[in-house]
């Protein structure tokens, strides 16, 4: 199958884009940024610094919450902050965030979800982050099998993400 792999991780990334026997595409590239409740505080700025976040409750959806994920680190290095909820639970999350209970740390803020969608969310770039790049990869034999329909595919995915 296809799968989308963001470069948080840079030195799995780093192997599978080396590796032959896969076909990737470079799909977005953003920086990192924060989700807020719409009448958050923070919301009255457009970029925030990470150090502006760390009075709030953090909160993480689907995520290892383990100072050694990735993505914790892709953002906050080596000072990462208590995480006070990680659910997959969507309703959860977004009631949360909607009640200024928490804010999220985000990977790539265009990709289209329902807290980026929600009404009552807003998306605030962090100051100084360095960019991310989200790669669609399958193996190289499912991508030659299926390449007509796979190209349309991450086509008109990247179209999606752009509107």
Do not use: R, W
Not at 11 to 18: A, D, G
Not at 55 to 81: H, R, W
Not at 86 to 110: F, H, Q, R, Y
């Amino acid at each position: 199958g296809l799968y989308f792999l963001p470069d948080y991780d840079k030195e799995q990334v780093k192997k599978i884009l080396e590796n032959p026997n896969y076909f990737y595409a470079k799909i977005q590239e953003d920086s990192f940024g924060i989700l807020v409740g719409k009448t958050h505080p923070l919301n009255a700025h457009k970029t925030i610094s990470l150090s502006s976040i760390k009075k709030y409750k953090i909160g993480l959806y689907g995520i290892n919450n383990s100072p050694e994920s990735p993505f914790l680190q892709a953002i906050f290095k080596n000072d990462v902050p208590q995480i006070d909820l990680c659910t997959d639970n969507m309703d959860l999350l977004i009631e949360a965030i909607k009640n200024n209970k928490i804010v999220v740390p985000t990977g790539l803020s265009n990709l289209k979800s329902q807290l980026l969608d929600h009404p009552d969310i807003a998306f605030l770039h962090l100051k100084n982050s360095k960019k991310s790049t989200l790669f669609s990869i399958c193996k190289k034999s499912y991508y030659i099998e299926n390449a007509s329909t796979l190209n349309t595919f991450i086509e008109e995915f990247i179209t999606y993400l752009g509107k």
